[in-house]
């Protein structure tokens, strides 16, 4: 049983993934994978566990699952089994809080942070690369 806070959630096939955060702070973030094609009856079938304090936006593209969170700013999850999510690649600190905002698309992955704006990422495993940033404050 989890306790911690539901904060987002992303649906694909079938299965709802939902980010659950820290509850305490130190007690590390999870991300549930839920069987709904029954939603009359929901089925846990798959967890990983983290040690970020919290989970943003969770965004699925293909096989990947890409999540904000308060430790990398980012986690690529590996999907393909999805009782066992896997890590597939993350990305260091970026310089500030990140607000959890987050979009993929055409193979770049958009982040926003709360002061430290907008970041663009070009994901090709194991490590995002920074591709670009656009500042708040000058």
């Known amino acids: 049983m989890v ?15 939902v980010a659950c955060n820290a509850t305490p702070p130190q007690a ?5 994978v839920v069987n709904v ?13 983290t040690s970020a304090q919290w989970f ?9 699952l890409y999540v904000a969170d308060s430790r990398n700013c980012l986690q690529v ?8 999510p896997r890590l597939a690649g993350s990305g260091q ?11 993929v698309f055409d193979g770049l992955v958009y982040l926003a942070g709360f002061e430290s704006g907008l970041w663009i990422l070009q994901y090709v495993g ?13």
């Open 3 to 17: 306790r911690s806070p539901a904060f987002s959630v992303a649906v694909s096939d079938g299965f709802a993934y």
């Open 77 to 84: 999850l590996d999907i393909s089994d999805r009782a066992y």
């Open 93 to 103: 600190s970026l310089g500030g809080p990140m607000s959890g905002g987050l979009h």
């Open 56 to 64: 943003g936006d969770i965004i699925i593209s293909d096989r990947l």
């Open 37 to 49: 094609r029954n939603p009359l009856w929901p089925v846990l079938v798959g967890r990983y566990d």
């Open 126 to 138: 194991p490590q995002p690369t920074r591709a670009g940033r656009w500042t708040l404050y000058k």
């Open 28 to 32: 590390g973030s999870h991300l549930l």
